[in-house]
């Protein structure tokens, strides 16, 4: 990609609010590449200070591998500072997703919860399961 792709990336991950995520394909889907989850990730490793690079989770919600297990801790304790919860190395992005069009209205609020190709996930103890 470019360095002005990169640009763009770091925009839309400078808006994601402190106790937020998002996933790198939800980046680049803000960015108009929603096939670039990959060139995303490769951005945010040249990220330069002052972005909130650790804001951004692969689509399962968890902390991408890296060469160095340290970068990995350092994401985790700067995410757990500003709030975010993690089970089992995973954030539960129904809680922590950061919708960036509810953001236009009102910073760090969300519409609906964020999932996975626009579905919502049903859990057992949904009521509308059941009707």
């Not at 700067?78 to 209205?105: K, N, Q, S």
């Not at 009102?106 to 009521?127: H, M, N, Q, Y």
Request: charged share 30%; with cysteine.
């Amino acid at each position: 990609m470019s360095a002005r792709f990169d640009r763009e990336v770091y925009a839309v991950v400078r808006r994601i609010p402190s106790g937020r995520t998002a996933t790198y394909g939800q980046v680049a889907a803000l960015v108009g590449r929603p096939r670039a989850a990959r060139a995303v990730g490769g951005a945010m490793g040249r990220c330069p200070p002052g972005v909130p690079w650790h804001r951004v989770l692969n689509a399962q919600g968890r902390i991408s591998r890296r060469k160095r297990a340290a970068g990995m801790l350092t994401q985790r304790m700067l995410l757990e500072r500003e709030g975010v919860t993690m089970r089992r190395g995973r954030v539960d992005m129904m809680r922590h997703a950061w919708d960036a069009g509810a953001a236009a209205g009102s910073p760090g609020a969300r519409r609906t919860p964020v999932t996975r190709a626009g579905r919502a996930r049903l859990r057992i103890d949904d009521e509308r399961a059941w009707t």
